[in-house]
Every structure is written in C-alpha cells, then in structure tokens.
C-alpha cells in the first residue's frame, strides 16, 4: 500500500516567516495530494489539494507543489500568522478508491 | 461542501463493551470512510462504507471488531466491539464529495 512520509515533526516560526513542510510517497499511481489543518480538539480541514496534471497550486499564503518524478510534494505558508499554528497533515490516494494514506503530521508553531 | 454529524461526541466506556457511531451526512454521497487517530497520531483509515454491501477493511482491522453498516447514502455507523484501553481514540468518518470531508469525530475513552 501507500506510505507517505512527513517532514518535519514540529516546526516553529517567527510570525512573518514561512514555513514548508515536506512529504514522499511511495506509490507512483497516487494522483491526488490534499494537505489538511487540524487545530487542537478540532476535525481537520481541508486547506488545499493538487492532483498530479499539475506542478504548483495557490490559494492567498498557502502553496503546494508536486514532484511526480521525485515523488514528494511540499505545502508553504508565506507570512505565517498566530493562527496558523496547528497541525499539518498530508495524505495521498489514487483517484479511484478516494483512500487516504496520511503522513504523521507535523506541529507548526507560530512565535509572535 | 457536505455536513456531516457523527453522535456521540464523546463517551467512557468500560472495557469488554461495544460503542455504535453515526455519521450522518446532509447529501447523498457514494464514498463513505472511517478513520481511526489514535492520541496524537495521525489518521489510519479503517474501512470503506459500501452502500448496500459489505464494507472494505484496512490491513490490520477486521469485521468482527469493527462491525459498519451503510444502508442509505447519507449514514453509517461503526461499531467498536469488545472495547479494551488500547481502543482509545477519536473516531472520524469522512465523504467523498469532490475532495474529502471530515466528521467532527468521536472521542472514545475506554477504562
């Protein structure tokens, strides 16, 4: 099956700063890419996703990009905010069962 | 985006016992999914809900501990079953509608 693995553990930043946050995975048929948010006692959330037609996705401070030769793909937050301090998941799936594999997360912490 | 509720929101149990969760979505939706995330871990999914048939489960989880119904295209349920401490865990199902949501989950404490 699919392993994805997620680096780094924790992040800590100065507001203002970027934060990246890098993740492989395994199985060349995975195509879809979806990075999520959980804060703490709370679901987590989508905040952004790309399939594998395509190379760079922005939404406003958030960016993702993909690597299908390499196989790894990073999610960065420009201009981090005290409210973006959370835990980021990654997670990949092959578009025909929709199943999720997740990396193990990584704690962001945003230092004003 | 789809609404999805789940009941309980939280529960103690004693072990040895079994916990039914709903999720209850607010549109019909074909892809129904329960996770598991175990205190402070990531999300390992369980089973896919199939409507109408059988559910799928992962490696490492099985029919008789993790009994899901899906009879309709908005609810499912997931029962852990014989619980024990090593149980104790926030419980999520999650839809396909486009891309995937999330349930708020079920805190499940097992004494």
């Known amino acids: 099956g699919e392993n994805v693995e997620q680096h780094p553990s924790t992040l800590s930043v100065q507001e203002g700063d970027s934060a990246v946050i890098k993740c492989t995975y395994s199985?060349?048929?995975?195509?879809?890419f979806p990075w999520y948010k959980q804060e703490l006692g709370k679901r987590p959330q989508l905040i952004i996703d790309i399939r594998s037609n395509v190379g760079e996705k922005k939404d406003q401070r958030i960016a993702v990009t993909l690597n299908k030769t390499a196989k790894h793909f990073s999610l960065h937050i420009t201009e981090t905010q005290p409210e973006d301090s959370a835990v980021y998941f990654c997670?990949?799936?092959?578009?025909?069962?929709?199943?999720?594999?997740f990396g193990a997360g990584t704690t962001v912490t945003v230092r004003a | 985006s789809a609404v999805i509720s789940q009941k309980p929101s939280r529960d103690i149990c004693q072990r040895g016992t079994s916990l039914t969760i709903q999720c209850q979505v607010d549109?019909?939706?074909?892809?129904m999914f329960w996770y598991r995330q175990q205190p402070g871990q990531s999300l390992t999914l369980i089973a896919t809900a199939n409507q109408g048939s059988e559910a799928t489960y992962e490696s490492g989880f099985v029919i008789d501990k993790f009994p899901i119904s899906r009879p309709n295209l908005t609810f499912s349920t997931l029962t852990v079953s014989n619980m024990s401490p090593e149980d104790s865990s926030i419980y999520l199902c999650?839809?396909?509608?486009?891309?995937?949501?999330f349930g708020p989950g079920t805190r499940l404490l097992v004494l």
């Open positions: 999650s839809v396909e509608s486009d891309t995937q949501y």
């Open positions: 997670a990949a799936s092959y578009s025909n069962d929709y199943k999720l594999s």
């Open positions: 549109s019909q939706v074909t892809m």
């Open positions: 199985d060349s048929a995975s195509n879809y």
